[in-house]
Structure formats: structure tokens, C-alpha cells
């Protein structure tokens, strides 16, 4: 078992910036790489960016990158997400995931262990 646990978000102004972070424990050995997505109210959640467990390649999807880096403290055995000019549609529920062995970092149903959602609201 995994276990990960979200924090860092809130109300932000569009152009500012947040960073979310993600603990994770338990079994954090199995663990190959991590990844965010998003939920905004009445959409399906959606693939924002992942790293590697040993933080040597990151992804990201079209919509934010640029915008958003995402690293890991592997002392801390956390992983961030730095979001810079934010925009009213980053508005959403975030979480972080940890894939089953194979599972592709941008496929959510490829993912067994979720985090419980940090809400990112930005404001026009």
C-alpha cells in the first residue's frame, strides 16, 4: 500500500502562483513514478504532468506546460507541483497518483493509489 497525501492549494488570482506538494509512505519503494491530474466540476479528470521516482524525466501535458515544473525531494519522499501563471481554467480538484507496475503516466484508470484532492481555485 501507498499512501499520499496533497497539500498547497487555494484562491489565487489568475497570473499568480501556487505549489501543491505530495507525501507519499507506505510501500514507497514500489513506487516508478508519480503523477498529477485535475478535476474540474463537471469534466473527467485529466492527465496535468508525472515524474519518475528517481526525478530523471518528467512529463507534462500541452495545457500547462511551461507553466507548471514538477520535482521531487527524494528526502522527504515528496513530490511537488509548481504552478506559475495560473489561468481561471487550472481551476480544479488536484491529485496525485501512483500507477500499478506499467501502467502509461498519462492513463488515469492505470492508476491504483490516489490522493485525497487538493482544490485549486483561480479567479479572473
Known amino acids: 500500500q501507498v499512501q499520499l497525501v496533497e497539500s498547497g492549494g487555494g484562491l489565487v488570482q489568475a497570473g499568480g502562483s501556487l505549489r501543491l506538494s505530495c507525501a507519499a509512505s507506505?510501500?514507497?519503494?514500489?513506487?516508478?513514478?508519480i503523477g498529477w491530474f485535475r478535476q474540474a466540476p463537471g469534466k473527467e479528470r485529466e492527465f496535468v504532468a508525472a515524474?519518475?521516482?528517481?526525478?530523471?524525466?518528467?512529463y507534462y501535458a500541452d495545457s500547462v506546460k511551461g507553466r507548471f515544473t514538477v520535482s521531487r525531494d527524494k528526502s522527504k519522499n515528496t513530490v511537488y507541483l509548481q504552478m506559475n501563471n495560473l489561468e481561471p481554467e487550472d481551476t480544479a480538484v488536484y491529485y496525485c497518483?501512483?500507477?500499478?507496475?506499467?501502467?502509461?503516466?498519462?492513463?488515469?484508470?492505470?492508476?491504483?493509489?490516489w490522493g485525497q484532492g487538493t482544490q485549486v481555485t483561480v479567479s479572473s
Open positions: 497518483a501512483v500507477p500499478r507496475p506499467g501502467g502509461r503516466y498519462s492513463h488515469s484508470d492505470e492508476y491504483d493509489y
Open positions: 507506505g510501500r514507497t519503494f514500489s513506487i516508478y513514478h
Open positions: 515524474i519518475s521516482w528517481s526525478g530523471s524525466s518528467t
